[in-house]
Every structure is written in structure tokens, then in C-alpha cells.
T-cell receptor, first 112, second 113 residues
């Protein structure tokens, strides 16, 4: 079945550090890949959608790339800020259509 | 646009009691989803409606859990005979259509004591 594996469970950085989060996926379909961010007390909200292999999406200083050859997708930001502290989820809608399948989430803590 | 509205935000039930969680999707959205969020399992898909019809309930536990969408403006998730392992944040989400952005509510934190 469809699955998404998110490697980093928790990441602690200092302001202006580089952020990189990696996910891999497995599906028999043609996936659309997403990054969601969840701030404390809120529901997840869409950060980026990546639909074309080897293309980048970008939003709020974050960039997402997708490598179809390695079935992986990445989220990165050159210089994180304290306000970026949140949980970041990779997600996919694969062969099963509209429902999203999420990775386990990465808790990002950015220290001032 | 108030977004997806979930009530109550917090609910505490005794073991064996019933819990009903409410969701009001964004007006005009045809797809409604329920997810369960825990520290251990993360975000787990439960069930999905499109135009009020149940489409996929593959994530729903077979016993005690049920979901309905009696009209386009609300959906309910009902858990009968709640158990401590049902304690979680239950998230409702909606989207305009196929492959469009999914918007989540703030969730209902259910605690079974």
C-alpha cells in the first residue's frame, strides 16, 4: 500500500541555520506531494505542494524538491527563524485518490 | 471565512461513555475528512466523504467508531464505549474537490479517563 517515511523526528537548530528534512514515499499511483506545517494549538496547514518531479516549489522562504528516481522529497530553508518552530509533515495522495497519507512529522525547534 | 470549525475543542469522557465530535466544513467544500493525531502514530486517516457520501472508511476502527454527514454543513464522528487508547486529537478537514488544497480544523482533543 501507499506509505510515507519521514526520517527526522526532532530537529533543534539555531537562528540562521540551514534546515533540511527528507521523506521517501511508496505508491503504485502518480503522487502529488505536500509539506504541511502545524503550529501549537492549530491544525496542519499547507506549506508547499510539489507536483512535478525535479521541480521546486517555494513558499515563505522554504523550498521543496522531489526526486522521482529515488522516490524522495525534501524540504529546506537556508536560514531558519524562531517563528519557524513547528511540526513539519510530508504527505502524499497516491493511488487511493484524494486522501492524504502523512509522515510521522518533524518537530523543529529554533533557538534564538 | 472562519475555516473548518470543530467543536468541542476539548472533551473528557469516562471509560465506556460515548463521545460525539462535530465538524463544520468550509462552505462550498465537497470533501470532508477525519484524521486522528497521536504522538506515537502521527496523523492517521480515518474516513472521507464526498458530497456527503462515504467514499473511504478504510482507516476507521471496525468497532465503536462511526461517522456521518447528514448535510453539507456538518459531519460527526461518534465513538461508542470509549477506551483510554482512544485519547487523541481528532482533526476534521475539507477541500473544494479532487486534488485541491485540504484545510484542517484546530481539532478536538479527546481524553478518556
Amino acid at each position: 500500500g501507499d506509505s510515507v517515511i519521514q526520517m527526522q523526528g526532532q530537529v533543534t537548530l539555531s537562528e540562521n541555520d540551514f534546515l533540511f528534512i527528507n521523506c521517501t514515499y511508496s505508491t503504485t499511483g502518480y503522487p502529488t506531494l505536500f509539506w504541511y506545517v502545524q503550529y501549537s494549538g492549530e491544525g496542519p496547514q499547507l506549506l508547499l505542494q510539489v507536483t512535478t518531479a525535479n521541480n521546486k516549489g517555494s513558499s515563505r522562504g522554504f523550498e521543496a524538491t522531489y526526486d522521482k528516481g529515488t522516490t524522495s522529497f525534501h524540504l529546506q530553508k537556508t536560514s531558519v527563524q524562531e517563528i519557524d518552530s513547528a511540526v513539519y509533515y510530508c504527505a502524499m495522495n497516491g493511488s487511493s485518490g484524494n486522501k492524504l497519507i502523512f509522515g510521522i512529522g518533524t518537530l523543529l525547534s529554533v533557538k534564538p | 471565512n472562519a475555516g473548518v470549525i470543530q467543536t468541542p475543542r476539548h472533551k473528557v469522557t469516562g471509560k465506556g461513555q460515548e463521545a460525539t465530535l462535530w465538524c463544520e466544513p468550509i462552505s462550498g467544500h465537497s470533501a470532508v475528512f477525519w484524521y486522528r493525531q497521536t504522538i506515537v502514530q502521527g496523523l492517521e486517516f480515518l474516513t472521507y466523504f464526498r458530497n456527503q457520501a462515504p467514499i473511504d472508511d478504510s482507516g476507521m476502527p471496525k468497532e465503536r467508531f462511526s461517522a456521518q454527514m447528514p448535510n453539507q454543513s456538518h459531519s460527526t464522528l461518534k465513538i461508542q464505549s470509549t477506551q483510554p487508547q482512544d485519547s487523541a486529537v481528532y482533526l476534521c478537514a475539507s477541500s473544494f474537490g479532487q486534488n485541491t488544497e485540504v484545510f484542517f480544523g484546530k481539532g478536538t482533543r479527546l481524553t478518556v479517563v
